[in-house]
């Protein structure tokens, strides 16, 4: 992510956004705004590298940027004399808002780093040297790309990859972490990577895929929790849920096939007694009851219970097992 990106980025979401920043025309922004606005947000961030090219901001370096935007972000700004500048067509894409979210959360977590007590952030694990822009590029038009990777356990044993050529499919956060799905036409599978210290090379081919794959994210993960697809069946699966926390799960459901079944007769109960049978609520999800599942299971604590089919029941308990082995 280089200076050059954040500055683009700041220029969008200005003119995109005006009021946001302290414009008074919602509609359109002058250039004297824009290079205000630019230095205001990094005065917010003095020392800070990643924002050092706000104060490029010349109209012959602004026009440049524009013409990127059209490119990359697919979004025309344009000039109305007089008036200044707005946006004349185009929207951003879902993928590139969350990497403008996380634009922002990598400024707070820099500025949390800095000894700002008002602040508190989790480190994301995303590898810093990972243009993450270029990648969405090429997802969008099938281009090669060579990956260099060192797995760890987890990767089919510490496999390593040496500049393999790939299609990038898709890109998934999880757990404070990053995924990269990519088809190999060798292996004819589906691979997925983790964007973090594993990852050693990512170079961009800006040549398309001679049998490139179509791909549907919501086919592709319709029966995962996370970012495993593996062989595992799909199965309805019956959890009861305690009040306090079934709001977490409405609010934040498991799985896109989460349902409420029954509600708890109490939904909010001041002493949580787990004897108690009215604060339970039932829901029912259906999907691959999986070590992603498992783990997500045992995040819940006993604020969650599987009640059917047996199978996870029992898969579960003997997970739980393990662990109580432990402290034995």
């Avoid at 935007?69 to 500048?85: A, C, D, M, Q, T």
């Avoid at 047996?310 to 739980?320: A, G, R, W, Y």
């Amino acid at each position: 992510m280089s200076p050059e990106f954040l500055r683009r980025y700041y220029i969008l979401k200005i003119i995109t956004n005006p009021k946001a920043f302290g414009v008074d025309n919602d509609l359109y922004v002058t250039h004297k705004e824009l290079q205000q606005k630019l230095q205001d947000k990094q005065s917010e961030f003095i020392e800070n590298e990643f924002l050092s090219k706000l104060n490029s901001n010349s109209p012959k370096t602004v026009h440049r940027d524009f013409q990127f935007i059209k490119n990359e972000f697919g979004v025309h700004i344009s000039l109305k004399r007089g008036y200044g500048y707005f946006v004349k067509s185009g929207n951003v894409s879902e993928e590139i808002t969350d990497i403008f979210n996380r634009c922002e959360h990598l400024l707070i977590s820099k500025k949390a780093s800095e000894n700002h007590s008002c602040v508190a952030t989790e480190k994301s694990s995303l590898n810093s040297k990972l243009d993450l822009l270029g990648l969405i590029n090429a997802i969008e038009n099938k281009y090669v790309i060579h990956i260099s990777y060192k797995g760890w356990y987890d990767d089919n044993c510490f496999e390593e990859i040496n500049k393999k050529a790939f299609q990038p499919l898709h890109l998934k956060e999880k757990d404070k972490a990053w995924y990269l799905l990519a088809y190999c036409p060798i292996d004819a599978k589906i691979t997925s990577f983790c964007l973090d210290e594993r990852l050693q090379e990512i170079r961009i081919f800006k040549r398309k895929m001679l049998e490139a794959i179509p791909f549907d994210h919501n086919a592709y993960f319709k029966d995962a929790i996370g970012i495993l697809n593996d062989q595992t069946k799909a199965e309805k699966i019956i959890l009861q849920v305690a009040n306090h926390h079934l709001k977490y799960l409405i609010s934040k459901p498991i799985h896109a096939s989460q349902r409420l079944i029954v509600e708890p007769v109490k939904w909010n109960s001041e002493v949580l007694d787990y004897a108690d049978p009215d604060i339970w609520g039932t829901i029912e999800v259906e999907l691959k009851p999986n070590y992603e599942f498992i783990m997500e299971m045992l995040k819940f604590n006993q604020w969650v219970k599987i009640i059917s089919p047996k199978s996870v029941v029992d898969n579960f308990k003997e997970h739980l097992q393990y662990i109580v082995n432990y402290y034995r």
